[in-house]
């Protein structure tokens, strides 16, 4: 990742280095992820640089994963900007838009932190109500809200975009009930939030919804919003793809299962949908003439395979760089052919020691063996190994703060 810091030559004038020294508890870094944007940066910083008032301490932060000019064209337009301009451009993507906000959070050095598109579909002149709104109602998070009273969604172009905003909203509110009270629009992406109040090392974006993942792994206790126009984009085209809604789809997949019992649920849900796989194996072995026990044996890994896609992807999907595939998937299988053979004699123990039903013993024996699977998958399968890859994540997380660390402290001596 490349760093690189801007601080302009106008920082020098007496009235704005005398109006930057007044300690205030608004000061706000505004941290603008951007893809290709290079068409809007500077009507971005132009509308910035007159909505923030001089007494009011800003800094812009640049997280930028473009393959175009972008990185250039910000450097040249914050020549012309009264306020520190950083650029920290990323070679590798990790966690997509959401992730290069986590960037930019853990860049941050001022009280408050807005996040804004590059697009300018997101009104920079509301920036400091977001700030200001926060301060009066002793808030941590502050949501920018298409959905109440003088908000509006009149930058979504076309039918499908409204419903698909609609629709994403109802299911994370749905979803997520208690954790978004009080969140009108949990798919907005302009927001302001207290530093205090969030721990980037706790989230783990994957796509464009970052408040999302902030309002359900930090959510502040007091929220509290403004209404806001979605304006629409002033140059260049959307970044929204099928791609990003598949992501979006996962993401939600993995909040929802973050704690061991909602994890436990799914990993249920998913072991009695593979009895579909395994019946179908069944049947089309036998039909070719195969005995049925060793069909039953072979149509079992069908319903293996499935419940191990699945479960990658809906319930360890975080967890997975801990081991490769396929020490995972051998891992699994050796697990869940164990089931097989560790039921039969439970079985046989309930109804011969204990007189139960074979009925009875059965469920009992299912569901014992459902809870043993459930705990040696997260624990043989999906749980960190002792030295593992820890090291190459601590030594970029290092370096990231180094950076953040460095450019904090050049800001405050220009």
Known sequence: MTYESTVPGELHDPALKAASSVPEPGAVTIVVPTFNESANIRELLHRITESVP??????????????????????????????????????????????????????????????????????????????????????GLVVASRYIKGGSRAGLAGGYRIAVSRGAT?????????????????????????????????????????????????????????????????????????????RFLRHLAGLRTASPVARMVVFGLIGATGFLPNLAGLWALTSVGMHYLPAEIVANQFGVAWNFLLIEHLCFRDRRQHRRWWDRSG??????????????????????????????????????????RFAGTEALVYLPRKGGRAGNTTAVETGRHAGSRDRATRGRTS
């Open 54 to 139: 001089s007494r009011l301490p800003c800094e812009v932060v640049f997280v930028d994963d473009s393959t175009d000019d972008t990185p250039e064209v910000i450097r040249d337009a914050a020549r012309d900007c009264p306020y520190p301009v950083t650029v920290l451009h990323r070679d590798t993507p990790v966690g997509g838009l959401g992730g290069a906000v986590v960037e930019g959070v853990r860049a941050a050095s001022s009280d408050w932190i807005v996040v804004m598109d590059g697009d300018l579909q997101h009104p920079p002149s509301l920036v400091p109500e977001l700030v200001a709104a926060g301060e009066r109602e002793h808030a």
């Open 170 to 246: 109802w299911l994370t509110k749905t979803l997520f009930p208690r954790r978004l009270r009080g969140i009108s629009d949990p798919m907005s992406g302009f927001f302001a939030i207290r530093r205090s109040a969030v721990t980037a090392d706790v989230l783990k974006p994957l796509g464009y919804k970052i408040l999302l993942e902030m309002a359900v792994r930090a959510r502040p206790r007091q929220v509290t919003e403004v209404p806001f126009v979605f304006q629409d984009r002033f140059a260049g085209e959307s970044k929204s793809t099928a791609q990003e809604g598949i």
């Open 331 to 372: 891992r699994f299988a050796l697990l869940a052919n164990a089931d097989l053979v560790l039921r039969i004699p439970l079985i046989a123990l309930f109804v011969g020691q204990f007189g139960m039903s074979v009925l009875g013993a059965t469920a009992l024996a299912l569901v014992t063996t459902f809870v043993l």
